[in-house]
């Protein structure tokens, strides 16, 4: 195979896999709305800034791993069992920004470090 062609390969492939990833908002509309959008079960609801600023203090890492771990009543990854990490923090981003917080989608660092606590957690269920 030419280098060319390997190198075409690559583009297409990282197309198609960029465009299979869903944004924070899709993630949002698709799994979280369920209950955020009005508050059930005890979900914060969604842009309630009191809610949802004591949540932004824990700060994104820690937010983001126990929430995709299931807290309080809310299912690990939301009750959506194929659902990524990186979706999952996408959706939390976007929920704690309509709340006033100015986060960032996570990087390849913040991503490892919500994969460590995570699998922190989950050591500590066993």
């Known amino acids: 195979m ?4 390997t190198i075409s390969i690559l583009l297409l492939t990282l ?24 508050g059930l079960a005890g979900a914060p609801q969604t842009g ?14 820690e937010l983001t791993a126990d929430g995709y771990g299931g807290v309080r009543a809310m ?7 194929e659902l990524t990490v990186a979706e999952f ?13 100015n986060w960032q989608e996570a990087d390849d660092t913040m991503l490892k470090k919500i994969n460590a606590r995570i699998e922190k957690r989950a050591q500590a269920k066993k």
């Open 75 to 81: 299912p690990a990854k939301g009750g959506r069992a």
């Open 48 to 61: 309630d800034k009191k809610a949802w600023g004591k949540l932004i203090k824990e700060g994104q890492v």
């Open 2 to 5: 030419t280098m060319n062609k």
């Open 15 to 38: 197309i198609a896999t960029s465009a299979l990833a869903a944004t924070g908002e899709e993630t949002y509309n698709t799994t979280c709305a369920n209950c955020h959008a009005k």
């Open 89 to 101: 923090a996408g959706a939390v981003v976007f929920m704690a920004n309509k709340a006033g917080a």
